[in-house]
Structures are given as structure tokens and as C-alpha cells.
């Protein structure tokens, strides 16, 4: 949306993170602590279920050289966006080997926890690549899982795998009420085209969405929220949450609520990568936030015959033509324009010759809503529309629809806790109006029994000449926002747990 957009200032050039020789040896140090931390033969998931998996030694020697920074000092002194190849190809590796310890304009953290992340920040960016480099589909997000559960229980936690075995959840601290976070562990099925040296190792699966950055992040603030917790300055308990199987249906945030993930929870917040948004920056809104995606397909049937005689036939091609067309603009009309109502169809087929008319076509499409009373409403009111199309044409008709995720909905006071959290993690200036998103979130499952908000982590690279959406093979992040991440989540949950109003 403009307004927003024309409001984001600028990125001070003076502000991109440069990593001088001793910052290299450091990175190296954690992307090879990271990759062998990782190398054990069986899978903690897998030993959990009863089951040995053997790694493939050959590619695990491959992916940690490939964590291994092979950049020279003078290389890793240049700013974050100009990496280059050993061939001297520009790459998209964004590099951060660290972050000031409080980002000007911001507060600090309790307990020197700045200081604290400062320090860790090349172990999570060598976390964030590593998993980068590993990505698991929706559902068998194994390996994932067990990284998380390990470097929990290396911190002292006590971590408890979903049933599955791909998916953790863990407390922080104590008391009855608490405050969830919740990051998203799954890659999509796409090919990583990035020439970096994390590139996915997994032919046709890549983390085109950030939950790479989404699962650092929820780490990294658990391990701080940790430090706290251990010197009793924790004002309460918070529960992280490491969902499986957000980009499929059915999702995972269900299996999450099933196996306890919300109870005694008195609100949830998480973050999701924006890369139109550059690193440093983060949008909010409360409100409706993504919407509801549900899929529909109509099946028609009727006698088909030559096209010299369409009236002797039920004329499929035409009465899909009516569907196509006719459906979503009476849509428009039957429902109120601020509900956020969008039916568009993505395919269609009927038929192969020219003079034939078919016995069956077929169309699909999906159905975005903003309105959470609209969302209810739809179904039947496009199928009704349907039926009332296709009588006059004589054609049998099948409509199937399928639910999908429920609209996000910020909730209001949610909202402002997080943006205030987020404000005082990185600087008033630094927050943003976020846009409404047509996509969906299965977020939206939690909002459906307690207060929650969802906000957007800027990730994009300041300058950068080409600007990726998520979903896209090439997608990478500037690992800055990581630690900017860090601090919101950490700033959340303490500001929640001190204001009581849930």
C-alpha cells in the first residue's frame, strides 16, 4: 500500500554490518560447530520413534564444507549485499557475523541479554544456513525438529516433541498464565537456485518462505528468554512452539492445539519474513491481517455431440464459460465490499477437438476472504450462485469446496503490545503499517481461541537490484534480521507478560 510504503524511511548506508577478519574465524568457528554439532548418525527424532536413520556420511561432508565460509578477510570485510563467488559472480548471500549490541533508538534488554545476542549471533546465522541447507517438507520436518529439541536441551530446557516427532514444543520459566511464540519449520517443493554457499542439498525442496529465519529466530529468542529464566527474572512462563506442515492442508497448527499448545495460553504472537520490506524494518496492523484461502471445483457433466448442433447438447464449454465468469461478479454482489471477497480461477478444462462438444469439463479455483463472518457465509453462497448459473444450460453440475486456513485477525491490544515490543527493540522510526495479504496462515487457527497478532520482519537487502517475493526458487534473506527478530520476540514476551490484560 503507498502510505506505507512512502513512510518507510530509508536504511542509513553507515548502518550495514561489516565483519572485519576476526568476525571470519568466528563464523567459520560456529558453521563447523553447527554442521558436526548435527552429524549424529541417528536422529534424535527417529530414535524417539523407534526408528534408526543413518545419515548419508557423503552429503553431510558435503554440506559442511558447504557451511564453511571459504571468503577471505578482505571478501568478508565488504558490506552484507556484495558477496562473491570464488569464480567472482555476484551471489545472494547476505552475511551478518554479528549485531550491535542495541540498535540506536531502541532499549536494551534485561540482563545484558543484548550483549549476550550480540555474541551468539554468528552461531545463529550458521543455525539459520544449516537448516537452510537441510530443508524438510510439510509433515517430516524430523531432522528439523530434533535440531531445535537439541539446542534446547543443550540450554538446559526440557523440550517435548509433538506426537509425530516433527514438531516441539517448550515452557520457559513458571506460572499459570502464559504468552506462546510460534515459528513454522516447513520448506516448499522448489528448486534452490541461490548460488550460496547454504544452498539446499535437497533436489526440488528449498525454504522459499523464511521458515528457516522463522525457526532461528523462535531459537534464539527461547535460548535468551533462557538466561533470564535461570537468574528468576522471567515475570512468567512462555511456551515457544515449532509447528510442522503451515504451507499444506491440513495444516499443522491443529496438531499443535491437539496436543496441548494452547493451554493456559493467554495470547500468542509470531513474525513472518517480508522481503518487501528491507531488514531493520517491521510492519504491524491490527485487525484483518492475511486472509481465509479455500479451494473450489465445479465438475460438469451433460450429452455432448458436434458443434454444428450445440442445441442438441448440454454445451459444457459454454456453461463453464458462465461459471468462469458469471460466479465471481455475482460473488461481488451478494456479499459486503469491506468483507475482502476474492474468487479467481487458476484452471479449467474441457475437451480436446474443435467440432466436438465434451461430456465433462472441470474448473478450479481458489476463494480469499478477510471477514471472518463472510469466510462463514461463502461456501454456501457459491454454491447456491453455481446452481443458479448452470440451470438454464442443462448441464449436471458437482461443486466440492474445501476449507482451508481461516482469515488472521490481529487482535487489538495484541497488536499494540507488539508493536510497542517491536518498537522498543529497534526504534520507534522502525515500525511500519503493514499491508493486508491475500495469502493465508494457519496462524489463524490460534487466533480462533485466544487474543494473538502476527507481524512482518523486514528481510530485504537495502540496495539490492533485485527484489524477491517468497514463494520464489531465488528467495534469501539479509541475516540481519535474525537479531532483529531475536529482540522483537524477546521484547513481546516480556512486555506480555507484564501487562496482565489478557
Not at 503507498?2 to 568457528?29: F, K, M, N, W
Not at 520476540?489 to 506480555?496: D, E, S
Request: glycine letters at 10%.
Amino acid at each position: 500500500m503507498s502510505g506505507a510504503e512512502a513512510a518507510i524511511p530509508a536504511v542509513p548506508a553507515d548502518s550495514r554490518l561489516c565483519a572485519g577478519p576476526s568476525d571470519t574465524q568466528l563464523y567459520q568457528h560456529h558453521e563447523n560447530d553447527v554442521a558436526l554439532r548435527h552429524l549424529d548418525p541417528v536422529s534424535l527424532s527417529m530414535a524417539r520413534m523407534g526408528r534408526a536413520a543413518p545419515l548419508d556420511r557423503n552429503r553431510e561432508h558435503t554440506v559442511t564444507r558447504a557451511l564453511t565460509l571459504t571468503e577471505t578477510a578482505a571478501t568478508a570485510a565488504r558490506p552484507v549485499g556484495k558477496l562473491k563467488s570464488s569464480s567472482g559472480s555476484s551471489k545472494a548471500g547476505h552475511l551478518s557475523e554479528g549485531w550491535p549490541e542495541t540498535p540506536p533508538g531502541a532499549d536494551p534488554l534485561p540482563g545484558q541479554l543484548d550483549r549476550w545476542l550480540a555474541s551468539r549471533g554468528a552461531e545463529l546465522v550458521a543455525i539459520r544456513r544449516h537448516i537452510h541447507a537441510h530443508p524438510e517438507l510439510s509433515g517430516h520436518e524430523f531432522e528439523t525438529a530434533a535440531l531445535v529439541a537439541r539446542e534446547l536441551t543443550r540450554a538446559g530446557l526440557s523440550p517435548r516433541m509433538l506426537p509425530k516427532g516433527n514438531g516441539v514444543m517448550c515452557d520457559i520459566g513458571y506460572g499459570e498464565r502464559v504468552i506462546a511464540l510460534r515459528a513454522d519449520l516447513d520448506a516448499l517443493p522448489l528448486p534452490d537456485t541461490k548460488d550460496v554457499p547454504y544452498r539446499s542439498t535437497v533436489d526440488n525442496v528449498c525454504h522459499a518462505c523464511g521458515h528457516d529465519v522463522h525457526t532461528t529466530v523462535l531459537l534464539g529468542a527461547g535460548l535468551a528468554l533462557a538466561q533470564l529464566a535461570e537468574r528468576d527474572e522471567l515475570p512468567g512462563r512462555v511456551r515457544l512452539l515449532f509447528q510442522p506442515a503451515e504451507e499444506t492442508m491440513p495444516s499443522g497448527a491443529p496438531e499443535v492445539i491437539a496436543a496441548g499448545g494452547l493451554k493456559d495460553v493467554a495470547a500468542i504472537f509470531a513474525l513472518h519474513c517480508a522481503p518487501q520490506l528491507p531488514v531493520g524494518l517491521v510492519g504491524v496492523r491490527s485487525g484483518p491481517f492475511t486472509a481465509a484461502a479455500d479451494k473450489i471445483e465445479v465438475r460438469l457433466t451433460g450429452r455432448g455431440g458436434h458443434t454444428a448442433r450445440p442445441h442438441l447438447t448440454a454445451d459444457l464449454v459454454h456453461a463453464l464459460g458462465r461459471i468462469l465468469v458469471d460466479v465471481p461478479s455475482l460473488l461481488d454482489r451478494k456479499l459486503d465490499a469491506r468483507a475482502g471477497v476474492s474468487m479467481v480461477w487458476g484452471a479449467v478444462r474441457a475437451g480436446e477437438a474443435a467440432n466436438a462438444i465434451p461430456i465433462e469439463g472441470v474448473a478450479r479455483g481458489t476463494i480469499r476472504v478477510l471477514s471472518r463472518d463472510a469466510w462463514r457465509d461463502v461456501p454456501e453462497l457459491v454454491t447456491k450462485l453455481v446452481h443458479d448459473v448452470i440451470a438454464p444450460t442443462g448441464a449436471d453440475v458437482e461443486v466440492t469446496y474445501t476449507r482451508g486456513v481461516p482469515p488472521v485477525v490481529n487482535d487489538r491490544l495484541a497488536t499494540a503490545i507488539i508493536a510497542g515490543a517491536a518498537g522498543a527493540a529497534l526504534g520507534p522510526d522502525r515500525v511500519v503499517e503493514a499491508e493486508i495479504s491475500m495469502g493465508g496462515e494457519d496462524f489463524a487457527f490460534y487466533l480462533d481461541g485466544i487474543p494473538g497478532s502476527m507481524i512482518r520482519l523486514g528481510v530485504g537487502v537495502p540496495g539490492a537490484e533485485t527484489k524477491f517475493d517468497i514463494h520464489q526458487s531465488a528467495f534469501d534473506v539479509d541475516e540481519r534480521a535474525i537479531g532483529h527478530g531475536v529482540r522483537i520476540m524477546v521484547h513481546t514476551a516480556l512486555a506480555a507478560l507484564s501487562a496482565g490484560a489478557f
